[in-house]
């Protein structure tokens, strides 16, 4: 998701055609091609120009609606809702990939969390993720959470540092709410990433934008990316 | 006499029309060339994804130029070809038209009609699944969700949320 100003310019985006299975879109102002995965101009008057990241959440919409019961939802469109796939996840996974890296241990279609941080990425596995989680690694030399939400579909990566110590956190076990607790100081802290319960309370994790992608087209725009193991 | 003005018609006949059926290729070929590098479930190589925004870039007016002189072309030669070859002068024209129109076309939005005005629903009232996934975003007290049911169709969606315009992607 894009803000979709450049400047004091408004852009209006077009989906325009398809490069590798990533889409390109048009703005309408000046019909400059851009790439939808990176954000960046890749032809026309504004070649090289990149947008701004807009932070937003890949989340169940059941998680969305208790954390944001005040906010509103894109209403389908009338003429196109038949268009609409409910179950189209699997259908997608049997499309064929117009590029495949070998030797990458993973398959084109399999879903990646992707993160980058201080110039460098990874990509960590979705069912790893959903077997593992919470996961914390370190990329670039920052400390990762990778969690995932209590409707176990949810993905959110924050920067696992808070008053400038290293959190070492695990799953409160016990407890009907999802929780947690940092080892050193037994602060609670929910999905939200912040602290509910002293002494943190109060304080909330930086959160890392986190792309979900196939592995083919997260490689392809990440040519040095790592993959994250056990 | 009269059949070396024949000859000599037949002859006049021959450079206009190679060049008209020139004309068509080229009408043809901007609005092919690009289509048929920019499709699905195909690799695009750098080079090739840049000559086909290059050639759509300046499709429109060279296309329209294309099927203009096609068109006066067709006229010229209209009076003095036979009846078989006019066929192929108004097929001539006709396609050059045709590919003229489609390099003014967004044709993938054929395929994945865009939204034209967002319109919304509070959280409370609408109908989902709660396992379906949605992308979120939120800037200031504006909170808005998109299901990726329906940017999985559209892909994009011009929007503004707390006064920041926002392109939403998927």
């Known amino acids: 998701m894009w ?18 299975q990533n889409f390109l ?44 019961p005040a906010g509103k939802v894109l209403a389908p469109v009338a003429a196109d809702e038949r268009h609409y796939e409910n179950n189209w996840e699997p259908e997608v996974q049997k499309l064929p990939t117009p590029l495949n890296f070998l030797g990458s241990g993973l398959r084109s279609r399999d879903v990646v ?13 979705l069912n790893l993720l959903s077997a593992e989680a919470p996961i914390q690694d370190r990329l670039a030399g920052t400390p ?16 696992s540092r808070s008053q400038g110590a290293d959190l070492e956190l695990f799953r409160k076990s016990g407890s009907p709410e999802w929780m947690l607790v940092d080892s050193s100081s037994g602060s609670e802290w929910n999905f939200q990433g912040c602290a509910t319960a002293r002494p943190a309370k109060g304080k909330c994790l930086e959160r890392l934008p986190a792309l979900k992608d196939y592995w083919f087209d997260w490689r392809n725009y990440h040519p040095g990316t790592s993959t994250y193991r056990h | 006499m009269i059949t070396a003005v024949q000859i000599g018609m037949k002859r006049n006949n021959l450079v206009p ?65 036979s009846a078989w ?34 319109g919304f629903e509070s959280a409370e009232n609408v109908k989902l699944d709660p396992a379906q996934m949605v992308m979120a ?34």
């Open chain 2, 137 to 170: 975003v939120r800037f200031g007290s504006d909170s808005r969700a998109y299901p990726i049911r329906a940017m999985a169709y559209h892909h994009v969606v011009n929007d503004t949320v707390g006064g920041v315009p926002v392109a939403v992607t998927y």
């Open chain 1, 113 to 125: 969390v992707g993160l980058e941080v201080g110039g460098a990425s990874r990509a960590y596995p």
């Open chain 2, 17 to 81: 029309g190679l060049l008209f059926g020139l004309l068509v290729a080229v009408s043809v070929g901007l609005f092919f060339v690009p289509a048929f590098i920019i499709r699905p479930f195909r690799p695009q190589s750098p080079a090739g994804l840049t000559l086909a925004m290059a050639v759509r870039q300046q499709a429109p007016l060279w296309s329209l130029v294309a099927a203009g002189a096609a068109l006066v072309l067709a006229v010229v030669l209209w009076g003095r070809t």
């Open chain 1, 25 to 68: 879109m048009r703005d309408e102002e000046t019909g400059s091609w851009w790439q939808q995965v990176t954000g960046k101009a890749i032809f026309g008057p504004l070649k090289g120009q990149v947008l701004e990241l807009a932070p937003s959440d890949e989340l169940t919409f059941g998680l969305w609606k208790q954390e944001s």
């Open chain 2, 85 to 118: 070859k006019r066929i192929l002068l108004v097929l001539g024209v006709g396609l050059a038209s045709a590919a003229a129109v489609m390099t003014r076309v967004d044709y993938f939005e054929w395929m994945f009609h865009p939204v034209a005005a967002p």
């Open chain 1, 3 to 20: 803000k979709r100003t450049l400047g004091e310019r408004e852009l209006h985006f077009r989906l325009a055609g398809i490069n590798n």
């Open chain 1, 144 to 159: 990762i959470l990778l969690a995932l939400g209590p409707d176990g579909k949810s993905v959110r990566a924050f920067v």
